[in-house]
């Protein structure tokens, strides 16, 4: 119905609305399909078609080719008829165009062949069709036997206002929708709706106008109309593509199903209380709070990877600032020009040597002043030797412990000239960027000091700026570094308080970019490190002065630097990362995260990893919807890494907040775990990111199986609290609301591969058990959750809750693990369930149910896994030692089989479930098997056989035949209730057709749409006639009594009928499906023995051709006595004519090739059967040798 409304509030007629566009999916939901005769309201089709055959034609075509109007219209009336008539309308049989009237008018036939079984009007033919929909009033609504009921007089109202004749008079929407039938159900759904409609997009709103001849002249869009952001667009040939199905997960996807039955179904009641010991609940909740500090000292070792603490230098940084290559002269140098890995190797005394003539000539150079006019220059080259040595590490480790290092540190405040100066500090910044080591007599703290008062004296000055910080970021960074090494760190430099602070005022807004970028990455580059050094960078300022950095730069490398510089402060203090969330806010920040640059998502991540793990305002984070959707989103990354920082962040959110689990399984998490725990797995390559990418998800999974206990106690209590009441109270309803949805993600864990094996144990299947039970006590309105929750959140915890148990029940390994659990808690509430009023739930409950007995009936280990181990649980039943296979079947026979009539006589697709779960029952049960044939079952079974005989390879017939094989197939089973319900008939009819679609379709493209069917209806034949078999044999033995002598007779009579399948029976020996042919072999072998050569045209020319195949094809002697005996029985019905056929000859030739003497001594018998059929024929003489070959023509 809401389907409909929304079809039709979209401008959409469906002008061919039947029962088969009406589908059923897996979990129950209706919907729509097949829209290939829809059009828009009020939209001429004979305009449109006009349209689209000029637009076909082109303005060149002869007039030969234009089509009339009259063969237009013709046209139009074709495509009018070319759905189903049975549902037309009148007006429309009358030549009207179709419409909403028109629709409405099939749903009320609809309505009508949902409570009859048949549609309203039905004739054999057209002409009589159109009569009785023109001029005759639908019959009364009634139901076939044995199910009879009448309808209410509401339903009656409803249906015969909707099969009005006059459009005018038929029930429109409104009237419809308010309709004493529905009970007010469509008033609170539909408001609903119409406000869900003003919020959706306005494609998805789109509005549709009819075609007109003034609109498709001209391709200009209609104006709008002010009060509404919709478009209304034509139906023509350029928008075809927005009418294609939208997405299935909309707002009603989950539509209520309406019974037209409101009678009762009696139930048991299950819904004792359970009281909680308190002490268990005080245990585990210990246990969880122990479990949360072991979760958290796990998270945090993994919160930073090695990659979150590389560094890049800040001297010669070509992203920060290009410089050029520094060179020397060495013919002019003073000193020798040794490379850099010969000053590592001197000895004492030329080191010595070598350090007193460079501190010389900088010492001297000063005192001499500016006398000697090439003094600068010889200091400049010297320099910028220093400057290419000081490259190599242990040649930079080598000077800065040596006298040389004071020397510069003096040279930087006398130096007569900013050009040596500048040379002097990056032979400084080289010597702290590559030195190894650090003795606590390195003047370091007076370098510093130094940097910072020339930094302060200069700080106009953006090029001097650029020569200074470098050098000084690399000294900070070495004694940061320097002093993580040493076991007792702390109090070796001191660093002044005003070095921070102008690094800090270099980060400010209105600087540089590139001083800007050289005291971030200062920042970034110390805080890497555990030192009491990085402290002094954490003011309330840096983390807005770097997030400003971060936002308002167009360099991604000043970007990444800044975010990375946050995050490593972030590291030191959490509250750094919070003051920027405070002052930018947190959407500000969210919008970043999905920044392209993979390195700000990874540092932007690890600082939310970092701010939880902290605890630092966490609450208010772990409940915004929107930061968890962006952390999700994350995992889409292509980056290890960032993924496995996305989960990490998500366990903490979890951790805080249980309620978003909830929001992160409908956003796919468990889709995204799946996947990178497949991926997770390490190999040689990229080794490191595997492996933390697993550590994180195995704490996530890990998380959320301890969560789901929890869950379910939720759920349990809060349904506990409410039991018998019809009305909870305000703070039950609020539980209720709080609670009961988080069933989607017990759903959600359930079908999951990864969780399923961990989270189905036995204390969960028992706690599942007690769900059931407040599901059955919901559903049979013992429970009332509806006043509280709504009907649709009860109807979606119903749903979730049948769908988890269907999840477990397609998994044997858990089913037989814990199979007593499952036989004494599960399939009670389920078959209870059976018979609930809901459809989806009766189909659902029986689709487990089927499952369940399947597969525990059908393993004989469980039960010597009961005798040999047994469970404790095993003996507080009050039958010890009752198997739980016995206890099952005594649920089924007891609860289930006294009400199991109404299931198969219900509209489908009931009857088909209900036939399966008897299939699983009588397969492996001869007690179920004796209930069913004594009960009054089997009328009902061969009623809903006639019933789907129309479609004979249909699931329900399949069902039906195999229910029909088990229930003949018992050994010693009486055969005259079948033989009373037409057994014979029956089985001869479906067995000609579904043959029929054998033959034609799997022997040549080898398909098996209907072979287990054709297995089933050739091993009822063969029972049946094994049956006759035995009474005929019997008859023979007692030749003087005359009462087994007529009854033989009288089942010969009876079974006869089966003697027209001959013909199809041999030719299914053609085939070369191995099964069939043993079955359809036996039957042939059966009815020759028992009815020779009866029925003149049981052998024609195709079925000897198929008998040549066969003794072809197999060539076991037992197979070829068995095809020959039949040959020979039924010579009789072979005509003459037929051996004169080329058929016949292909099978003489086979023939004469058997009857050669000229086998081995085991094939004597085939032989002389052979060759006495040869003889039996008698055209051993007029046969002609020939050679031609056997070509199957089947």
Request: charged share 20%; with cysteine; glycine share 4%.
């Amino acid at each position: 119905m809401k389907g409909l409304k929304y079809i039709h509030d979209s401008g959409i007629v469906v002008s061919d609305l039947t029962p088969a566009k009406i589908l059923l999916d897996g979990p129950g939901t209706l919907k729509y399909s097949n829209f290939c005769l829809a059009k828009a309201q009020g939209e001429s089709l004979e305009e449109f078609f006009s349209l689209v055959m000029a637009e076909e034609m082109g303005a060149g075509d002869s007039k030969e080719n234009i089509i009339s109007p009259q063969n237009i219209k013709n046209r139009i009336k074709d495509v009018a008829l070319a759905g189903s008539p049975v549902y037309c309308a009148p007006e429309v049989l009358r030549g009207a165009d179709t419409s909403v009237c028109s629709d409405l008018w099939a749903l009320g036939c609809i309505l009508y062949e949902m409570f009859t079984g048949k549609p309203p009007f039905v004739s054999e033919s057209m002409t009589g069709l159109v009569d009785l929909i023109l001029n005759e009033g639908p019959p009364p609504l009634r139901q076939k036997e044995p199910a009879f009921s009448k309808p209410s007089p509401e339903f009656e109202n409803l249906v015969m206002g909707l099969l009005q004749k006059d459009p005018v008079k038929r029930l429109s929407w409104d009237p419809l929708l308010s309709h004493p039938f529905w009970r007010e159900a469509f008033s609170e759904t539909y408001i609903t709706l119409e406000k869900a409609q003003d919020d959706v997009s306005p494609m998805s709103s789109l509005h549709l106008a009819p075609v007109s001849s003034q609109t498709t002249k001209k391709a200009k869009p209609a104006p709008a109309d002010p009060a509404s952001p919709n478009l209304s667009k034509s139906f023509t040939l350029d928008n075809v593509i927005e009418f294609r199905p939208k997405s299935a997960l909309d707002i009603d996807t989950r539509e209520t199903i309406f019974l037209l039955s409101s009678r009762p179904t009696p139930r048991t009641s299950n819904t004792a209380r359970e009281t909680e010991d308190k002490g268990s609940e005080i245990q585990e909740s210990s246990v969880m709070v122990e479990e949360q500090g072991d979760m958290s000292a796990c998270i945090k070792p993994l919160l930073y990877t090695d990659s979150d603490f590389t560094v890049t230098p800040i001297m010669d940084n070509p992203k920060i600032l290009k410089t050029s290559p520094v060179r020397f002269d060495p013919k002019t140098l003073c000193v020798p020009a040794h490379s850099a890995e010969r000053l590592s190797c001197l000895n004492s005394e030329d080191w010595s040597q070598f350090l007193q003539q460079v501190c010389g000539v900088l010492e001297s150079v000063d005192r001499a002043g500016s006398a000697n006019a090439t003094a600068p220059r010889t200091k400049l080259n010297l320099l910028c030797y220093l400057c290419t040595v000081c490259n190599h590490r242990e040649t930079a480790t080598r000077l800065i412990h040596s006298p040389l290092f004071p020397v510069l540190v003096q040279q930087m405040r006398h130096a007569p000239n900013w050009d040596i100066r500048s040379k002097v500090m990056r032979v400084i910044g080289l010597m702290a960027s590559h030195c190894t080591e650090l003795r606590d007599n390195v003047p370091v703290t007076e370098a510093v000091a130094m940097f910072t008062e020339l930094i302060r004296e200069n700080f106009r000055s953006s090029k001097l700026k650029q020569c200074l910080i470098p050098p000084l970021g690399e000294l900070l960074y070495l004694i940061a570094t320097q002093e993580e090494k040493k076991e007792r760190p702390g109090g070796l430099w001191v660093v002044p308080a005003a070095a921070y602070t102008v690094l800090m005022r270099c980060l400010r807004e209105g600087e540089e970019l590139v001083v800007n970028h050289m005291a971030a990455k200062t920042i970034e580059n110390v805080c890497s490190r555990e030192s009491q050094y990085a402290q002094g960078f954490i003011t309330a300022e840096v983390g807005p002065a770097l997030w400003y950095l971060f936002t308002h730069s167009t360099v991604d490398a000043l970007r990444v630097s800044a975010i990375s510089a946050l995050c490593k402060i972030t590291r030191q203090s959490a509250g750094a990362f919070q003051s920027v969330i405070d002052k930018v806010g947190l959407p500000s920040i969210l919008s970043c995260l999905v920044s392209g640059i993979s390195r700000v998502q990874q540092h932007m991540l690890t600082m939310f990893a970092a701010m939880l793990a902290s605890g630092v305002h966490s609450h208010r984070l772990v409940q915004d919807r929107d930061f968890v959707m962006k952390i999700i989103r994350s995992l889409e990354s292509p980056s290890s890494v960032i993924r496995a920082k996305a989960f990490l962040v998500l366990l903490q959110v979890l951790m805080n907040n249980r309620e978003m689990l909830l929001l992160c399984c409908n956003s796919r998490l468990v889709m995204y775990i799946e996947r990178d725990v497949r991926k997770a797995t390490p190999g040689k390559e990229q080794q490191s990111s595997n492996e933390y990418l697993s550590n994180c998800l195995a704490l996530l999974i890990r998380h959320t199986v301890h969560e789901l206990p929890a869950i379910l106690d939720d759920i349990l209590s809060v349904l506990g609290s409410i039991v018998g009441r019809k009305h909870p109270s305000p703070t039950q309803s609020r539980q209720l609301k709080q609670s009961l949805p988080m069933m989607a993600v017990v759903l959600h864990l359930l079908t999951s591969q990864i969780f399923r094996p961990q989270v189905v144990t036995e204390a969960f299947l028992i706690k599942f058990g007690k769900l059931l039970n407040h599901i059955t006590s919901i559903d049979s309105n013992e429970t009332s959750l509806g006043s509280a929750i709504g009907q649709a959140a009860s109807e979606e915890l119903i749903r979730n809750t049948l769908s988890a148990v269907e999840a477990i029940s397609q998994h044997p390994a858990l089913l037989s693990l814990y199979h007593c659990t499952v036989v004494d808690l599960i399939a009670p509430p389920l078959a209870s369930l059976a018979f609930s009023k809901n459809v989806e739930w009766r189909i659902v409950s029986l689709r487990v149910l089927s499952e369940i007995t399947l597969l525990l009936l059908s393993q004989d280990e469980v039960e010597e896994r009961e005798r040999d181990g047994g469970r404790e649980r095993e003996r507080e039943w009050e039958g010890e030692g009752i198997s739980s296979n016995t206890r099952l079947l005594t649920l089924i026979s007891e609860a289930l089989l006294p009400q199991y009539e109404t299931l198969l006589l219900e509209p489908d697709p009931v009857p088909v479930y209900a036939l399966k779960l008897l299939v699983s029952l009588t397969e492996h049960s001869s007690p179920i098997s004796r209930l069913v044939r004594e009960s009054r079952l089997l009328p009902a079974i061969f009623q809903v056989i006639e019933v789907h005989q129309n479609n004979s390879v249909g699931s329900t017939m399949q069902n039906a035949m195999a229910l029909l094989c088990n229930l003949i197939g018992q050994k010693g089973t009486d055969l005259r209730p079948f033989y009373q319900q037409g057994v014979i008939e029956l089985v001869c009819n479906v067995f000609v057709e579904v043959t029929g679609v054998y033959l034609v379709r799997e022997m040549h493209s080898g398909l098996k749409s209907c072979s287990s069917l054709l297995l089933c209806l050739l091993d009822i034949i063969h029972c049946l006639l094994k049956n006759l078999s035995s009474v005929v044999r019997l008859a023979l033995q007692r030749s003087e009594s005359n009462e087994d002598t007529e009854a033989a007779e009288e089942l010969l009579l009876i079974n006869k009928p089966l003697t027209e399948l001959n013909n199809l029976l041999i030719q299914l020996l053609a085939c070369n499906d191995s099964e069939v042919y043993e079955e359809a072999s036996h039957c042939v072998s059966l009815l020759a023995q028992l009815y020779g050569g009866e029925g003149a045209d049981c052998l024609q020319p195709e079925e000897l051709l198929s008998l040549a195949h066969a003794l072809q094809t197999h060539t076991e002697p037992r197979q070829l006595k068995l095809l020959l005996r039949v040959l020979k029985r039924m010579m009789s019905a072979v005509g003459s004519s037929c051996w004169g056929s080329s058929e016949g000859q292909i099978l003489l030739h086979v023939l004469q090739k058997l009857a050669l003497p000229t086998r081995s001594q085991s094939d004597m018998a085939v032989e002389s059967l052979a060759a006495e059929i040869m003889k039996g024929i008698g055209s051993q003489a007029e046969l002609r040798p020939t050679e031609q070959s056997f070509t199957p023509g089947i």
